[in-house]
């Protein structure tokens, strides 16, 4: 039986390992296949495979299905105007909930014990359109925001496969979301980060590893939202890792007292734990906003919970 897809042109808009695995899943299972990618690596992979464009020429073509995958630029309606059949996005949230940016980060600072991932069609309203596909999974208490997008990723592909055999069969079908259940986050929410990203060393253990956890993404992602700092009497630092550190009796020492530096981490006291914390680097030029969230006037305000 022919496949339904097998003389049909496939768009792929976004970055990423994931769109990687879509496009080898998707290799002559269409007729032809188009990119649309500033991920340099996957350029150079497949640029003698498919066809590579860019959102410019994309505005000038028509195309059979569209993918989205990872990809922060909303497509135009002019762009989808242009797409005979599906324009399919991934999104790493449990839509309805946790429409927007982020969702991994969110679901932690929310306490969630559990996430979720979905394939669903493009519409006005921004991860609004109907579900194809959907999974839940367990956040396990140590999971990180940077956990928990590998493992949205690796259901992702999973659940691509079963799209596309569904779509061989020309046999793809959704539902509608129940939009009353919608939560969304924007840029807008970022500055709702607790303390701005930086620990509270007044607050227990589990307080501050949640947040260094919400903040903490791969190195391939780039982090718009806000980074995890500990706060010093003169600069702040990127936090690289937080450990409970046993070595030393608890009870011996006072909250927000240092025991030990060394050239990369610290041992200090939270209100509950000794923390081991690896400082990744010190952000420099501290008065000039050198993060998105950073400027003198807000750490200040956090002075009295960091090191003196």
Not at 11 to 35: A, D, N, V
Not at 147 to 156: E, Q, Y
Not at 166 to 195: A, D, E, I, M
Not at 246 to 269: A, P, V
Request: net charge positive.
């Amino acid at each position: 039986m022919k496949s339904y897809i097998s003389d049909k042109t496939a768009l792929f808009i976004g970055s990423s390992y994931m769109l990687e695995q879509c496009l080898l899943i998707s290799l002559k299972k269409f007729k032809k296949i188009y990119l649309v990618s500033d991920d340099k690596r996957l350029v150079k992979k497949f640029k003698k495979k498919i066809t590579l464009l860019t959102f410019s020429k994309i505005k000038l073509r028509k195309f059979d299905f569209l993918f989205s995958i990872l990809n922060e630029t909303i497509i135009s309606e002019k762009i989808l105007k242009n797409i005979s059949h599906n324009s399919i996005n991934f999104h790493d949230g449990p839509l309805p909930k946790y429409a927007g940016l982020y969702s991994s980060t969110w679901a932690i600072l929310n306490n969630e014990k559990t996430h979720g991932l979905c394939w669903h069609e493009i519409e006005n309203v921004i991860d609004g359109g109907k579900i194809y596909e959907k999974l839940t999974f367990k956040i396990r208490e140590y999971f990180s925001a940077y956990n928990i997008d590998v493992m949205s990723s690796f259901l992702g592909i999973k659940l691509f496969k079963t799209i596309l055999n569904k779509l061989q069969k020309n046999n793809l079908k959704g539902y509608s979301q129940n939009l009353k259940l919608r939560t969304y986050y924007g840029h807008k929410h970022f500055k709702k980060v607790p303390n701005y990203g930086f620990l509270n060393l007044d607050k227990n253990y589990k307080e501050n590893y949640k947040i260094f956890r919400a903040l903490n993404f791969s190195s391939q992602k780039k982090n718009k939202i806000c980074h995890p700092k500990l706060l010093t009497s003169k600069e702040p630092f990127i936090i690289k890792n937080i450990q409970i550190e046993n070595r030393f009796n608890l009870n011996n020492y006072k909250k927000r007292q240092i025991l030990l530096i060394e050239k990369n981490f610290l041992i200090i006291k939270c209100k509950n734990k000794l923390l081991k914390i690896t400082v990744d680097k010190l952000i420099k030029n501290f008065k000039k906003k050198s993060l998105p969230e950073i400027n003198k006037k807000k750490c200040l305000k956090y002075f009295k919970y960091g090191i003196n």
